[in-house]
Nanobody, 115 residues
Framework: QVKVVESGGGLVQPGGSLRLSCEVS????????MAWYRQAPGDERELVAV???????KYTESVRGRFTISRDNEKKMVYLQMNILKPEDTAVYYC?????????WGQGTQVTVSS
């Protein structure tokens, strides 16, 4: 059974940084495009960043230049380095495959950007 566990969230002031981690177990991720998503209260879940198996990355416009997605296939880990955080980045962040069928969603990790 595939399990996804996100971690690394927290409360940070505007302009601060956080590094999120995602551990996948029960499968390899080498051939998958892996992504970070986020969901703010009252909003739909949105795609934030993707790291394709070939190394190409893609970001939603609002985080481009501030966030960096990376992965370690051997450790089955996916990371999201978030810099220059803004209040509008506040959300629960999730990790999953970009394409369907997706893994069962993890619990996510809460990121709160506030002074």
């Amino acid at each position: 059974q595939v399990k996804v566990v996100e971690s690394g969230g927290g409360l940070v002031q505007p302009g601060g940084s956080l590094r999120l981690s995602c551990e996948v177990s029960g499968t390899i991720i080498t051939t998958y495009g892996m992504a970070w998503y986020r969901q703010a209260p009252g909003d739909e879940r949105e795609l934030v960043a993707v790291h394709y198996s070939g190394g190409v990355t893609k970001y939603t416009e609002s985080v481009r230049g501030r966030f960096t997605i990376s992965r370690d296939n051997e450790k089955k880990m996916v990371y999201l380095q978030m810099n220059i955080l803004k209040p509008e980045d506040t959300a629960v962040y999730y990790c999953n495959r970009e394409y369907s069928p997706k893994f069962s969603w993890g619990q996510g990790t809460q990121v709160t950007v506030s002074s």
